[in-house]
């Protein structure tokens, strides 16, 4: 069965740099939520679209934007970085708010 | 927003032993679900649960929902390797909304 791709999987970026993550949901998931994860640390809510609008918004900074296209896929961009930043960023998809499915994870580690 | 909390931290036991975690809310949660996160993985869905004092197994693990549904509890009997990992109690405060996940415990199993 398919699953949630998230690209890249690992990614390293200098303090002050931009970064943008990407989340393909599962096929027919109509709601896409990303969370970080720090080390030791449970998943953080940052925050979810449902048919491509925003629907939550969690404890995102505002140098963190993300948005859901057409094809549904999201993308999570991130400018500023900072040495914080550096965590293990999921993507999850559901169907009708039913049951999360998690993405693999894309690795940040902010130098 | 509610706020789950989950006991122990940690948790190392000899492979043959059981294992409980518990999560604990100070209002009534809608619903209480389960993942696992291996090492270097990302959370995997376990089970849900939504009834007053419900009680779901899947083979070794058994799974609780207190009756002012303000608890749940996971208990593994005959602990393996594989049940290596950390163990997340998780809720939403309606069908869609976010996730919100509890500290999470770390089980680790000695052979």
């Known amino acids: 069965a398919a699953g949630v791709i998230q690209s890249p999987r690992h990614l390293i970026k200098e303090k002050r740099e931009t970064a943008t993550l990407k989340c393909y949901p599962i096929p027919r998931h109509d709601t896409v939520y990303w969370y970080q994860q720090g080390p030791g640390q449970d998943p953080q809510f940052l925050i979810s679209f449902y048919e491509k609008m925003q629907s939550d918004k969690g404890s995102i900074p505002d140098r963190f934007s993300a948005q859901q296209f057409s094809d549904y896929h999201s993308e999570l961009n991130m400018s500023s970085l900072e040495l914080g930043d550096s965590a293990l960023y999921f993507c999850a998809s559901s169907s009708s708010g039913g049951v999360r499915f998690f993405g693999p994870g894309t690795r940040l580690t902010v130098l | 927003g509610q706020q789950v909390m989950q006991i122990p931290q940690y948790q190392h036991v000899q492979e043959g032993e059981d294992f409980t975690t518990y999560c604990n809310s100070s209002?009534?949660?809608?619903?209480i679900q389960w993942y696992k996160q291996r090492p270097g993985g990302h959370p995997v869905f376990l089970i849900q649960l939504v009834k007053s004092g419900e009680v779901k197994k899947q083979k070794r693990l058994t799974f609780q929902f207190g009756e002012a549904k303000k608890n749940s509890s996971l208990h593994i009997t005959a602990t393996q390797t594989t049940d290596v990992g950390t163990y997340f109690c998780?809720?939403?405060?309606?069908?869609?909304?976010?996730?919100?996940f509890g500290e999470g415990t770390q089980l680790t199993v000695n052979p």
């Open positions: 998780a809720s939403t405060e309606t069908s869609g909304s976010r996730l919100t």
């Open positions: 209002t009534t949660l809608s619903n």
